[in-house]
């Protein structure tokens, strides 16, 4: 068998340790999608990324059953792990805990403000690792979960007292966006939003098994409209970086931080280090302890500006770099890095191969997408793999059509076959959907695949990939009726598997 993609493959494949280069943006400044190890897009948010026993965990809130801020019937999805080597192999290793139970339906949907920002450490002495969310239906605006293992299950302990707000009332705008830090003693910390102080970032010592606050406590490290707090130390001065201002779901925010001494202070005063955090909203700096010295990870979500669907944004990953005196040195946001054993390096901005972009979820009514190819040898079609994705309250399922191709790329004649991929089979993120079409193929003919839905509301989407040289006879467009309208610099990322016929007919 034999398979190819015209466009950019839905992982980032197996690479040797010194071509593991982690880039955000491709030459034209598009993002670049993150994929599972299976060929799905990653599905975790606004959390962070930790480094546990050499294996790096990326944690985040999950969107891809349909959480939609501001819509009160959205569903809460849950928070996931991801595990890697290399943070550029990444494998879904499921949900911290089951979110689809009714309490946590009822604590977390779209009734709520929603439920976020999964930050996990370990505690030496308990041999647990605790995982801290922000939540809108109690007092403190958290609850906490213990483990033995970094990707759970977690299991939830008692609401934590925290000093701030601790009169107000429950199931409210009280404590936001937090972080959580532990000192090198092993003293634990929560830098946290004060909603109730319209968002100056507090920070608190925690008990020493990590699961609740002390009441020793700094308030108002910064004087408002800030969130998003990421804390850490460096040759012996604290920092915390933060949105500045705060706008949830805005994808371009500025990000500031302050230094202290210690860390209840006394603080500095801000300095600005982005005004757009590459391109989104910060989300986390995370100390990645190796064995060449530290490095710290700064993240930003790309949000799409509030988008229906958040459920696309990407990521922007980055070691912070620093002046001799302490003072971080604004950033770039054009640089990749490479992660090699125990060193992380900055390098010149390159290309990459593996740039995708999402394509708008116009995949409805009348509308649809082709894309053409040519059989590079006879066989039989055996499994066509899609990337898609569905915005909206879908009415219909996606119908996937193969066709002859004429000259210009449009279907000739009546489909060869025609597969469904049933509405509750695709999620809000880019998932892999798999069809078997079993149709024949023959060497050097053109053939198409063909993107449609009668769905009435919402829309299906893809992801494709800019290529500049493509060839002619390989042609992406959208089809309204007979008229094919083509996007000469476009390729869907999909993948074809063929078999020669000899084998198909044993």
Known sequence: MYGFYPGTAFGQGKHKAADLVITNFDRQGNQVIRYSNVGDAIDAHDGEIALFNGTYYLYGTSYDCGFEWGNKNAPFCG???????????????????????KVWQTRCNGNTYGCFRPHVVFNSKTQLYVLWVNVYDNVSGYRVFTSKTPVGPFTEVAEPKLAVNSNAPAAGLNNGDHDTFIDDDGTAYLAYTDWRTKGTIVIEKLSSDYLTGTGEVVRSVTDGQTEAPGMFKR????????????????????????????????WSEGKKISDNSCGGQPSFVSTIKLSSGNVYLFGSDLWNNAAKNEALANYYWAPLTFNPDGSIIPMTCDQPFKVTGSKVARIPAIDTKNNSIKGSSDIAGGLKCSQTFLAERSGVLKTVYLPAYKTGNIDADLQVAIYRADNNGNPDGKALASKTIPAKAIGWSVKRQVVHPAVRLTKGAAYCIVLSSATSAGGYGFTYSINKKANPQILFGKLQGDSFVAENDRQLNFKIIVTPIRSASK
């Not at 928070?79 to 689809?100: C, E, H, I, P, R």
């Not at 001065?237 to 006394?266: F, W």
């Open 79 to 101: 928070f996931k792990v991801y595990s890697s080597k290399d943070m550029l192999n990444w494998t879904d290793q499921g949900f911290l805990f089951n979110a689809k139970t």
């Open 235 to 266: 040759n012996g001065i604290y920092y915390v970086v933060y949105s500045d201002p705060n706008c949830g779901y805005c994808s371009g925010t500025g990000t500031s931080y302050k230094t202290a001494k210690s860390p209840l202070g006394p």
